[in-house]
């Protein structure tokens, strides 16, 4: 009952809005636009950043992951939390509090360095920094939930570090891969730290067509195509590397022994809080530029605090429920559960850029 129910509610929210759209758009007009080449170079450009940020999101997050999960870095556990508090905001507004930082009229601004923060490097640098917290709290969890004999077995005939390169990292490897496709989606349908820094970005045109002044469904269509695409590529990726390697270890915390870092504990310190300063100081800056408008903030926000938790406690809570009904589901290969986790992950890909006039266009149907 609970899979039928989690089959229709993938139904309704991931396959009806196409369904809604392709109503909406008869004809195939809009497929012509797949012939322009600036098109394609757009969409190039985008997954090929998009590819960027994954990598070098993998690149800190695993071993500040591991550097905070099992080594005796000074306030790592403060760290951790202060490092991860970026992923609870917009990557919108990261962007915001990082041109108060860097703009022309920024606290250490000036026209070369805005002149960097309106465009591609700003942009990466943006995202990797708003991004990264994700694979180092999955590095984290994964480690801090890796039963401790193996790590006992391994030092029999092998020293720390090198069971650190050799047993604990592979076996969180799943975790921090998983971690790398989340960064990847997100950065791929990105929409508000583009607009915002002036980069062209592909969701940009599917937008246009969808909730700007040019409302053309057809070509909207048109765009998810390549998307779609984009999405079949993360499906496979997701399948070849992580494949149905077991998950056991993550929510499980059992106690460890810490890698003491000797000399280079002061070293390691250093740049952990290095790397955790650059996530927040965005946010610092937001709150020195607006240390003024705290007293009427109450006036502008009005209910959509409320709202906003409300909403999002509403979706997680749900997003949980069918995560745990279609992850019990595909691990007891239950008939027709890797399709229905295969949609759910083309829907977290494309859906992000296509949604937005979908919806309304179910409220019509309804």
């Known amino acids: 009952m609970a899979f039928a129910l989690a089959a229709l509610a993938i139904f309704v929210f991931a396959v009806l809005p196409f369904i809604a ?4 758009a008869p004809n195939a007009h809009g497929f012509a636009l797949l012939g322009s080449s600036r098109l394609w170079t757009l969409f190039a450009l985008t997954v090929g950043r998009a590819i960027a940020i994954a990598l070098i999101a993998v690149a800190f997050g695993i071993p500040l992951g591991f550097l905070l999960a099992r080594t005796d870095v000074g306030g790592r556990r ?3 939390f202060v490092h991860a508090f970026p992923m609870f905001l917009p990557p919108f507004l990261l962007a915001l509090g990082w041109f108060h930082v860097f703009g022309r009229e920024g606290f250490a601004g000036s026209a070369r360095s805005a002149a960097l923060l309106f465009g591609t490097p700003g942009l990466v640098v943006v995202l990797v920094l708003a991004l990264t917290p994700i694979i180092t709290v999955m590095t984290v969890l994964a480690l801090e939930g890796i039963d401790p004999s193996l790590e006992d077995a391994g030092r029999v005939a092998a020293s720390r570090w090198r069971v650190a390169t050799r047993i604990l990292i592979p076996i969180a490897w799943p975790s921090a891969a998983l971690g790398a496709i989340v960064v990847f989606a997100l950065a791929v349908a990105d929409l508000g730290v583009p607009m915002f820094l002036r980069v062209d970005a592909y969701p940009a045109a599917v937008f246009a067509r969808l909730g700007g002044i040019d409302y053309a469904p057809g070509e909207a269509l048109a765009l998810v195509v390549p998307l779609l695409a984009v999405a079949l590529a993360v499906l496979a990726v997701e399948r070849a590397i992580i494949g149905r390697r077991p998950f056991s270890v993550l929510g499980v915390r059992r106690s460890h022994d810490r890698f003491a870092l000797g000399r280079w504990r002061m070293a390691a310190t250093v740049t952990v809080w290095l790397v955790v300063g650059l996530g927040v ?3 610092i800056a937001l709150v020195c530029r607006a240390s003024g408008g705290f ?5 502008w926000i009005g209910d959509s605090v409320r709202n906003s938790v409300i909403d999002g406690i509403a979706g997680a ?3 949980t429920l069918l995560g745990l009904v279609i992850g019990h589901a595909v691990a007891r290969r239950r008939r027709g559960a890797s399709a229905l986790d295969a949609i759910a992950v083309l829907a977290f890909v494309v859906l992000r850029a296509a949604m ?6 179910l409220e019509e149907i309804r």
């Open 281 to 283: 100081l965005p946010i």
């Open 356 to 361: 937005p006039k979908a919806g309304e266009q």
């Open 21 to 24: 759209l392709a109503l909406d």
């Open 295 to 299: 007293a009427i903030a109450g006036d």
């Open 78 to 80: 403060i760290a951790l």
């Open 317 to 319: 809570t749900a997003i």
